[in-house]
């Protein structure tokens, strides 16, 4: 018998007991060291909260009488002047500058779907000081169609529409779903809006995050040459940091932290937003509340702006998805362990 099969005769011989002794000794080892590793970092100062963050809103806030009947919703919450002033009340109390109140989808040929003017109006009376970006798109080769020359005209033409006949909203926030990395056609429609729309208006865009060895999903993800290009392109980046299907929260924090200060420098000097999520998709596969929450994501966050020498000038907060799921319990935490004091 040569010398390695008497090797492998002798440890198939050993006593299992001894084996599975090891192997349980190598587990408890990695479990203390997930126990006593803190990749995140907790922060009661208030140093990175620049009183420029932003949130996600719902349809209602600008949405017309049509979409109510359709999707069998009451007009009351929305419509009622105080409940405005409430939410304008608590964006503002919570250093929320950037709002983005969904506008999506757009029709297949290109139309944004319809506002309610004096409602839309009277949203933006309330407020005062804080930048309004409907948020339009929709999904990507579902009702948004970028490689399109003929759906890009109709999409921005009716972009342009909005913008003149409400003249104080700050722009837009487009979020088209999933966009596959390096899409040439984006970056044609992000050009196009730009050029058209009134001088000084904001391009604002959802982006995804850089891609992760913990979530290898390409179509979810951009690099960091597509990075640059968006940002060349658009004035704001608010990125979109979970639905990553994690399932321990220390990796979690350690991704956010990762991708916080990968993110920053790729977007040169545009402005970023790090978006978090304060919602619970509970039985969907990719988002699991107990790992994906607001104190996991900003634990990270602080971990990852800590490493900077000096706080990126292009770094503008976090924004919260989304205002319709954040509860008392989450602005209580989000107060005392992200705002400035």
């Known amino acids: 018998m040569g010398i390695r099969e ?39 100062d208030g140093r990175y909260d620049l009183r420029s963050n932003g949130i996600w809103l719902q349809h209602g806030w600008l949405g017309d009488d049509k979409w109510f009947s359709v999707n069998r919703r009451d007009k009351s919450k ?4 105080k409940k405005i002033e409430e939410l304008a009340g608590l964006l503002k109390n919570h250093g929320i500058t950037y709002a983005y ?11 944004l779907p319809p506002v309610d003017n004096e ?17 339009i798109g929709g999904v990507y080769e ?27 909203l700050a722009g837009i926030h487009v979020n088209i779903e999933p966009m596959p990395d390096n899409n040439k056609g984006y970056i044609l429609l992000l050009k196009e809006i730009k050029s058209s729309i009134p001088a000084g208006k904001i391009v604002s865009v959802a982006a995804y995050p850089p891609p992760t060895r913990w979530h290898p999903y390409p179509d979810v993800h951009w690099g960091k040459n597509y990075y640059f290009e968006i940002a060349n392109e658009v004035d704001q980046l608010a990125v979109m940091m979970y639905d990553t299907s994690i399932r321990l929260p220390k990796i979690y924090q350690k991704l956010m932290s990762d991708w916080t200060r990968e993110i920053i420098p790729w977007c040169g000097n545009t402005q970023v937003l790090l978006g978090v999520p304060s919602y619970d998709d509970s039985g969907v596969g990719y988002h699991f509340n107990s790992v994906e929450n607001l104190e996991n994501s900003i634990r990270g966050i602080n ?7 000096e706080l990126p000038k292009n770094y503008s907060g976090i924004a919260l998805y ?20």
């Open 6 to 44: 008497s090797r492998t005769w002798y440890y198939l011989k050993r006593p299992p007991l001894r084996t599975l002794l090891l192997l349980l000794a190598v587990l408890l080892f990695l479990f203390f060291c997930y126990l006593v590793w803190s990749p995140g970092k907790r922060v009661y």
């Open 78 to 81: 929305f419509r009622d002047a």
């Open 101 to 111: 109140p969904h506008l999506c989808p757009s029709s297949p040929r290109g139309d």
């Open 119 to 135: 409602q839309t109006e009277k949203f933006l009376d309330a407020m005062e000081g804080v930048d309004v970006l409907p948020w």
């Open 142 to 168: 579902g009702c948004c169609y970028p490689d399109s020359e003929k759906w890009r005209k109709r999409f921005v033409s009716s972009i342009v529409e909005l913008l003149q006949a409400h003249p104080r």
């Open 303 to 309: 971990a990852g702006l800590s490493k900077f020498k």
């Open 322 to 341: 989304c205002e319709w799921e954040t509860d008392e319990t989450e602005w209580m935490f989000f107060k005392e362990e992200f705002e400035k004091k």
